[in-house]
């Protein structure tokens, strides 16, 4: 299964947009990168997903380089309930496996 | 949010006991996963299906059996409990494809002593 890295943690401050990278450099043709963050005590919650091209949503935005090789959750505004754990992973439509990682924690200063 | 109904929502139970966790959902959505997640970790894929009465195993599916007789219920046994299992498991689904997005329950705190 193709696996995903990111940096363990990040801090940004409110109000500021934040930049999540992460790397998927064995990614397959077939494999969708999809995004999500989990709160304290809560199960992980859908953010964004993408295949090729740069999506949008009213969460947030999700570059992703040309190569496929790593992508980008883009928070433009980031509010203290943003502060989670953010899970970047891949899934396929020909694989019913997706590997989560241990995820970047979001820290969010007032 | 989607419709999915995890129980119980904490057990305690003792080493060799079985237990059973179940996740109902009211979405008819096709496929259905457990994870489990440890303190600090990410989750870990125990076992999935993608229809009634078709399963696979995940990365970490030992010492747990899962069973799907109806499309909206996804039974996760595990036979004989020990203190490892202890663990937050996440019931998961999503609609049609692999390759789209997942919704979580609530979770389920499983201790065993």
């Known amino acids: 299964d193709a696996k995903t890295t990111q940096p363990n943690s990040m801090e940004s401050n409110e109000e500021e947009p934040v930049h999540l990278p992460c790397n998927h450099s064995?990614?397959?043709?077939?494999?969708?990168i999809h995004w999500y963050r989990q709160l304290p005590s809560q199960g992980p919650e859908y953010v964004i997903h993408?295949?090729?091209s740069n999506v949008n949503n009213r969460m947030a935005s999700l570059a992703i380089a040309e190569d496929r090789k790593s992508s980008t959750l883009i928070l433009h505004r980031a509010t203290l309930r943003d502060a989670a754990v953010y899970y970047c992973?891949?899934?396929?439509?020909?694989?019913?496996?997706?590997?989560f990682g241990d995820g970047t924690t979001l820290t969010v200063k007032p | 949010d989607a419709g999915i109904t995890q129980s119980p929502r904490h057990k305690v139970t003792e080493t060799g006991t079985p237990v059973t966790l179940r996740c109902h959902q009211t979405?008819?959505?096709?496929?259905m996963y457990w994870y489990r997640q440890d303190p600090g970790h990410g989750l870990r894929l125990i076992h999935y299906?993608?229809?009634?009465?078709?399963?696979d195993k995940g990365e970490v599916s030992d010492g747990y059996s899962v069973s799907r007789s109806k499309t909206e219920d996804f039974l996760l046994t595990l036979e004989s409990a020990t203190s490892s299992q202890t663990s937050v498991y996440f019931c998961?689904?999503?609609?049609?494809?692999?390759?789209?997005?997942?919704?979580f329950g609530s979770g389920t705190q499983l201790s065993v002593l």
């Open positions: 064995t990614i397959s043709g077939t494999d969708y």
């Open positions: 993408g295949l090729t």
């Open positions: 979405e008819n959505h096709r496929y």
């Open positions: 299906s993608y229809g009634v009465k078709d399963t």
């Open positions: 998961a689904i999503s609609p049609r494809g692999t390759n789209e997005k997942l919704f």
């Open positions: 992973i891949l899934r396929s439509t020909n694989a019913g496996k997706s590997t």
